[in-house]
């Protein structure tokens, strides 16, 4: 009766294993592999994808964390300067693998611009917004009316030579 229970608790085990692996989804613009944007923590994060490759604290505000094996990095933010890499806020996260992502859609790093338009009807290519904006604006949110209601995407899929080269999911003032 112990092995027959030892050997429940290991498929058990095995089955959450593979549950939190890839593929990882990027929901809309809320949701990027189970790490709430604009509401995850950098712990959060550790406990959904494991230690990551790297921690780049960048004064004042800011941390960069990076996954190389997922091809995930996530910009925390913290605008109190508690400290962004531990008490900071995913503000922006960057998908850069095809093999471990994919949006709910179905939209993956290497994709042909062609697959863009057909996922997202509505997308836009916008190269007027400088770097961190220029690419498809997969769905376009606005900022709240306090700044201005801007205009700014969420998600982004970046292009290159006719092919996604990254998924950018970010939020934006007074998320």
């Known amino acids: 009766m112990n092995a027959l229970s030892a050997a429940a608790v290991a498929a058990g085990l095995a089955a959450a294993a593979t549950a939190a692996g890839p593929p990882y989804i990027v929901q809309g613009d809320r949701v990027v592999g189970g790490v709430l944007v604009a509401r995850s923590t950098p712990a959060d994060a550790r406990a959904r994808f494991g ?4 921690t780049r604290a960048v004064p004042p505000y800011s941390c960069v964390v990076h996954w190389a ?10 605008l ?17 693998s095809r093999a471990s992502w994919r949006t709910a859609v179905g939209l993956r790093v290497g994709d042909s611009v062609a697959r863009v338009a057909k996922l997202y009807p ?30 700014y995407p969420g998600p982004l899929a970046r292009v290159r030579t006719g092919r996604v080269t990254a998924i950018v999911v970010q939020t934006a003032a007074c998320e």
Do not use: H
Not at 143 to 151: D, Q
């Open 69 to 78: 094996r997922i091809g995930l990095t996530i910009n925390f933010l913290d």
């Open 122 to 151: 509505r997308a836009r290519l916008r190269r007027d917004q400088g770097r961190a904006w220029s690419g498809y604006w997969l769905i376009t949110r606005r900022t709240c009316t306090e700044v201005g209601a801007v205009p």
């Open 80 to 96: 109190a300067r508690r400290g962004a890499c531990t008490r900071g806020i995913a503000a922006v996260a960057t998908v850069a």
């Open 51 to 54: 230690p990551p490759s790297t």
